[in-house]
């Protein structure tokens, strides 16, 4: 029933209604109901942006808490690749190998041990067999006799000669004596020849012989085994005699400058000057 129908119904009472009115009515109801539809559109706008809204504060906290629940993990560094882990892997294989190979060279082998116990328990065998052969033949060694020093023949070497006259001029009536000394110089005994056991005296003046005591078989002294260092001595006494012609033909010798050597096992002393003054 239209609202036309309406107010027909409702008697004579009921003014009728005009087209304007009625258009003005359907104006208003258009109005409102465009303005109830703005309504619902506003409504449904501000639902839907209330619920976009608070979607969007979510995920900006969500964001948020990502991002704080996030910093603490900042210090830990990136998950390694397997490359990485390969790498660090081989290394620290490597490092264990050697340390294994360290620790074997420090470490003795039992072998080792063993050598060194086989070389321990040897010593005692080996310092007892030298025990038990050295110190029988220590024991069986006779002890060391002093040795006798052999005694060498008096030489140059080893003896030294020297004639001392017991003045340098000799006046009338003076006859000139001599001291004779042979020491051995050397560290052992040395010894004369029973042969030549006789000190010659020779006396000379310039080139000419004058005196010698082997002519007349004449000896001032004998002498025998000289020690180490000893100092063997004589004297002899000239008479002025020349003997040089034979020992029947004895004459004295005249005033001059005469020179007197004295001769051991061959080994001759120095001249010695004697003045013959009167």
Known sequence: MSEHDYEELNGSQAAPVGEETYRKRRIAAAIVAILAILLLIW?????????MGGSSDENAAGAASTSASSEPFDSFSARPSESDEAT????????????????????????DETTVEATETVEPTAKA???????????????????????QACSAANMNVVLTPSQT?????????????YTNTSANPCEIPAAAQAAVINITSGP?????TAT??????????????QIGQAAFTWDRTLNSLGCNNLRNVQPGHYWATATVNGVTSQPARIIIAG
Do not use: H, R
């Open 43 to 51: 409504g449904l706008t501000w639902l839907f942006g209330k619920i």
């Open 88 to 111: 660090d892997k081989a290394t620290d294989e490597a490092e264990a190998s050697e340390s294994a190979d360290a620790e074997a060279t420090a470490e003795p082998s039992n072998s």
């Open 129 to 151: 067999t030298v025990e038990e052969t050295v110190e029988p033949t220590v024991e069986a060694t006779p002890t060391p006799t002093e040795t006798v020093a052999v005694a």
């Open 169 to 181: 001029t000799y006046t009338a009536g003076q006859n000139p004596s001599m001291a004779l000394t």
């Open 208 to 212: 000419a012989q004058v005196y010698n």
């Open 216 to 229: 007349c078989n004449l000896s001032p002294a004998t002498v025998a085994e000289l020690e180490a260092g």
